[in-house]
């Protein structure tokens, strides 16, 4: 089975943009242990499974986020084959809160 040249853009795109998740989930989880939340690099640097620990937090890092990545490029693709020019969706607009203004009671003696 052939494949066309669209089909060959949408697989790069998935693998660039799970591999850009990786590189930000990767990035979040180095900023965990920097900034120390929780001791947790103490304990960590204390622990007999420190390799284990690392392996599990920058995979689990990378996995969440890469998911995340690759699964918002896929719902911001066009869905008209006329608006496809490999520049991804369109934005949804911005809900913004609606202000109301109250009456202050006087409070009762």
Known sequence: MPQSSKTNHLVRMMILN???????????????L?????????????SDFMLQFLALLFGSFGMTFGGVVAA?????LPTDPEEWRGGGGTRAPVLLPAYALARV????A
């Open 18 to 32: 799970w591999a850009l998740g990786w590189a930000v989930g990767f990035a979040c989880a180095g900023g965990v």
């Open 34 to 46: 920097i900034s120390n939340v929780g001791h947790i690099r103490d304990m960590m640097l204390k």
């Open 72 to 76: 918002t490029a896929v719902m911001l």
């Open 105 to 108: 009671r006087s409070r009762r």
